[in-house]
């Protein structure tokens, strides 16, 4: 379903953006309820393989045990400590590093060193808080208190990419980038083309922009545009409510989770996949990435700079472009009527 903005549309109100009390109304309102995108099912390959990350602060990791994968809140039951590392691991037993509480791959805790004579202690209520997770097309989501299932959230993006073969890809590589700018702000920049000439002057040599087509649809935003001759893109970029994205190449593809930090940092964790994951092609596959990133990069001093616009009140909001910017239209509905459909 294709849904138009054919009214003239503005910005939303720029407290939006770098209000610290809405920032937490979204990690409520959003993040808590929707599936996030945390890795590649690939690299929870062996028993004991686990992946830990933070989604809008909130501590979780999934880890493949003998009865299949489980998903948790990364946090200790006694104080509240991390308890895995974040990014990749692997442990038969997951050991709280502040007192060595450890809890089995079950979440069951199985050991409480040097706590004295407690007849009152009942370590069957001390399990860890387990969190929903669901696989589709090779890629692991989770969530911490999911409000719809994962086909439901998906639903418009999978006829989408029905004919493409992204399960088939290998994952090869992970980057975090971190920049100083509301999560909000990067996601309108990331769904609009419009940007292209100024910010991305190469890119936009190796495109047709006259021909850059963006379409605010259910759930998400698909933008494409005709390649010239060189571009690694095939021309299609894809953003999916509320906060992942995902990019075709020649042989391959790059995902991103846009993972707030704070109201003014923002976290982006990319993942790059690969029909061909043999070593003789890692010198093409690593200028692939080294190509996408440069790009990626270069959006990070104007979303910083608009940030400072935003917060020093400087700022009124301004109209948004019928053409180029449905998609920034699109996702700030979005937020307001999660925001809505919340207070009622």
């Not at 809140?73 to 709280?96: D, F, M, Q």
């Not at 090779?138 to 004919?163: D, K, M, N, R, W």
């Not at 922009?209 to 299609?236: N, Q, S």
């Amino acid at each position: 379903m294709i849904i138009c903005y054919l009214r003239a549309m503005l910005n939303i109100d720029p407290d939006n953006y770098v209000s610290a009390k809405i920032f937490k109304q979204d990690i409520k309102e959003i993040f808590l309820g929707t599936w996030q995108l945390l890795c590649p099912v690939s690299r929870l390959a062996k028993r004991g393989d686990y992946y830990a990350a933070e989604i809008s602060g909130q501590k979780v990791f999934a880890i493949q045990t003998s009865g299949g994968i489980r998903a948790f809140k990364n946090v200790c039951r006694h104080r509240g400590a991390r308890l895995l590392p974040e990014g990749c691991g692997r442990s038969s037993t997951i050991r709280c590093p502040y007192h060595q509480w450890v809890w089995g791959e079950n979440g069951e805790l199985l050991n409480v060193p040097w706590w004295g004579n407690d007849p009152g202690f009942d370590g069957k209520k001390l399990s860890l808080d387990k969190i929903s997770y669901e696989i589709w097309r090779g890629l692991l989501f989770v969530s911490i208190e999911p409000s719809t299932t994962l086909s439901e959230q998906l639903a418009g993006v999978v006829p989408e990419l029905e004919g493409e073969d992204i399960d088939s890809y290998h994952w090869v590589y992970e980057e975090k980038l971190t920049f100083d700018s509301n999560w909000k702000i990067y996601t309108d920049n990331f769904v609009e083309g419009y940007h292209i000439p100024g910010i991305h002057p190469s890119f936009y040599n190796a495109i047709e922009f006259d021909k850059f087509e963006t379409l605010a649809l259910d759930g998400y935003v698909r933008m494409t545009a005709p390649p010239r001759k060189g571009l690694f893109y095939r021309g299609k970029w894809l953003w999916m409510w509320p906060n992942w994205t995902l990019s075709l190449f020649e042989g391959g593809m790059n995902t991103s989770r846009i993972n707030p930090i704070s109201h003014k940092t923002t976290e982006l964790i990319y993942n790059f996949f690969f029909a061909d994951s043999s070593k003789f092609n890692k010198d093409a596959r690593n200028k692939i990435i080294k190509e996408n990133l440069d790009v990626i990069r270069e959006d990070f001093e104007v979303c910083i700079e608009t940030h400072k616009n935003y917060e020093s009140g400087g700022y009124r909001a301004g109209p948004l472009s019928p053409r180029h910017e449905q998609g920034v239209a699109y996702f700030q509905k979005r937020l307001i009527d999660s925001r809505v459909k919340s207070e009622v």
